[in-house]
């Protein structure tokens, strides 16, 4: 009987929440965001995450077959023009 008991006291003190967390004021919550702003080792975390993932999405992309469409219109005017007499070496009766 007494086993049940504590079993029960164990469970319900595991499952049921002693206190709740105050809500925070207006004031001190722009304190604390601004101390996570302003925290340089949290920042380098954050960066390090967003290197990390980035990475993995350039493995993940490099994984996965993909198409290139590489398509290429030039236009020369002008600049040099080089004049090979192509007529006159076949046939000298037609020069130009």
Do not use: K, S
Not at 9 to 32: E, K, M, N, Q
Not at 49 to 67: F, H, S
Request: glycine share 10%; net charge positive.
């Amino acid at each position: 009987m007494r086993r049940r008991v504590f079993t029960f006291l164990g469970l319900f003190a595991v499952l049921v929440p002693v206190g709740r967390a105050a809500p925070v004021p207006a004031a001190a919550a722009g304190y604390v965001n601004e101390a996570f702003e302003r925290n340089l080792g949290l920042a380098g975390q954050t960066l390090d995450v967003e290197r990390a993932r980035a990475r993995l999405a350039e493995v993940r992309g490099a994984l996965q077959p993909r198409l290139d469409l590489l398509a290429r219109y030039t236009r020369a005017d002008g600049g040099r023009t080089i004049e090979f007499p192509v007529g006159d070496l076949l046939n000298g009766a037609y020069p130009r």
